[in-house]
């Protein structure tokens, strides 16, 4: 709301620790699989499938333990969907009552990602965080906080957009391109009573096709790897 016409956020406080300069980031593509547990449904799920093609030893993996948490990344089979209509299917105790008699079908939960070696979860403070975003190679991440921070600290990469609008959640920054499929039903938690439905759980008719149909081609195109 002001006059500020920066890209970045130039006062961000940076720290190029001893264990950071080890990273070697200037060659290190960074990557954000995860984002708030309440908002599973923002996660893409071929994270480790790109990881593999970038090279496990050409990229870091960062988050925090909320980024691990699979409470909620569960979505519907497609029969439950068919047989039920959606004004049953959003509501928080159909959800519940469906995951206990095993319904629903885990989502993006990544599992294995935090055992892989080029993986940090709940290692690096803000300052270091900054400084890794702004000397990395290139950022990867879904639309979450670690994004804007990434953003905000001048990266250069890709934020991938799902059931989440681009428009209300994009990055100011112009070096990080969206992708997004841009399927007539995005973004779709914001359009029942304008009440976010995904912070409880996920309710897609089309299995969240969304972000199911990004490729991995699709976003090594766009970084031009």
Known sequence: PSEYQSNILEMLVEDGTER???????????????????????????YIE????????????IGGTD???????YTYKK?????????????KSFWNISKKMHFLEPYAHNVDISKL???????????ELVYIFKHCKGFIGNDGGLMHLASSSGAKGVALFGPSSVEKNKSYNPNIKEMSTNYS???CQFNIQNIAMSKFYISCPYQVKCLTNISCENILDLLEI
């Open 20 to 46: 950071v300069q080890k990273l070697n980031i200037e060659n290190k593509y960074v990557i954000y699989p995860g984002c708030s547990s309440f908002a599973a449904v923002r996660r893409w799920p071929y």
């Open 50 to 61: 790109l990881i593999n093609k970038i090279g496990v030893d050409n990229v870091i993996v």
């Open 67 to 73: 980024d691990l948490n699979n409470e909620y990344a």
């Open 79 to 91: 029969f439950v969907s068919n047989l039920f209509p959606h004004q049953f299917t959003n509501r």
């Open 117 to 127: 070696k080029c993986s940090y979860f709940n290692v690096f403070e803000w300052s």
């Open 185 to 187: 039903c995005q973004p």
